[in-house]
């Protein structure tokens, strides 16, 4: 987290110069943050900042986080039917791509207006998972923070390095390599800014660790993706939501333990966090 109020901090003093970042490559490494950032021109970009910062809200009690937006950068398509009134009007948060329709949509005209807006407010009151109180942090930069294609070239310049074809040898060599693999291994996820420490919520409900294929075919089979966040690798990051990451836990539990329920609520004091967790309706 601490990357992204750095980026989100300097991203907001670039605009003030009508300029716009470009995070090439950040790094929490050891107790410092290392950001490789390329700085360009131009007022109009700086507007779409405004989607590229979230507040965050975080459970006190358990690891659920929620993320609000400042903005949304939104495109409005207007199709205009051949005696040119407007016949379809659709908002999409992605840029539409010209099509290449029949005769017919070719004679149709196409025009895109860019919009930016405020979102609604979608955040709980109270913790979707134990019901615990939200405090507020951030804002955070809540955009990818590498480039990947940088990132891809740079590991195949150490490569280069390491086998002396450059001229250049770096002692650190192994390790960059390992950081840069890890970090192109994340980057499915590399629009989901914040993490889980599933070893935390596994001893909230005093499990056992499920090994990690587990974890990973747990959350595949329910149509998200996870992956394990280059800097700790006992921290992971997913497209679910806080409750369907909690379930997946709490049907581990309930696995474990034969389905019994007594068995799943051994140990588990009355009114306690686990026993909120366990008892709270599945998503
Ligand atoms: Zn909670």
């Known amino acids: 987290m601490a990357l992204r109020l750095v980026l989100r901090l300097i991203s907001e003093i670039a605009n003030r110069q009508q300029k716009w970042i470009e995070p090439m490559l950040s790094l929490t490494v050891d107790f410092y943050v ?21 507040q965050v809200f975080q459970c006190l009690e358990c690891e659920a986080h929620y993320l609000h937006p400042y903005g949304l950068h939104t495109f409005e398509e207007t199709t205009f039917d051949k005696e040119g009134k407007k016949s379809k009007r659709h908002v999409v948060t992605k840029k539409p791509e010209a099509s290449k329709g029949d005769e017919d949509e070719e004679e149709a005209k196409t025009s895109t207006r860019e919009r930016y ?25 809540n955009d990818p923070i590498y480039n990947i294609d940088f990132v891809k ?48 919520i596994v001893s909230t409900l005093k499990a056992v660790n499920p090994r990690k294929g587990q ?52 140990n588990i004091a009355e009114g306690s966090l686990a026993q909120r967790i366990i008892q709270r309706d599945p998503a």
């Open 117 to 141: 807006q405020l979102p609604k407010f979608r955040i709980p009151h109270q913790c979707t998972v134990c019901d615990g109180p939200l405090i507020m942090g951030g804002p955070i930069w």
């Open 34 to 54: 290392r950001l490789f950032i390329r700085v360009h021109e131009g007022a109009k970009p700086c507007h779409e900042s405004i989607g590229k910062y979230s």
């Open 153 to 200: 070239r740079l590991l195949a310049s150490t490569r280069l390095n390491a086998e002396g074809e450059n001229g250049h040898k770096v002692k650190t060599t192994e390790r960059i390599q390992a950081i840069l693999s890890a970090v192109i291994d994340e980057s499915v996820l590399s629009g989901t800014p914040l993490s889980y420490e599933f070893s935390h």
């Open 215 to 266: 974890i990973l075919a747990a959350f595949n089979s329910l149509g998200y993706l996870v992956a394990q966040t280059y800097y700790d690798p006992k921290l992971f990051k997913t497209n679910a939501p806080p409750e369907v990451v909690y379930d997946i836990f709490k049907a581990w539990k309930n696995h474990i333990s034969g389905g019994d329920p007594k068995k799943v609520l051994l």
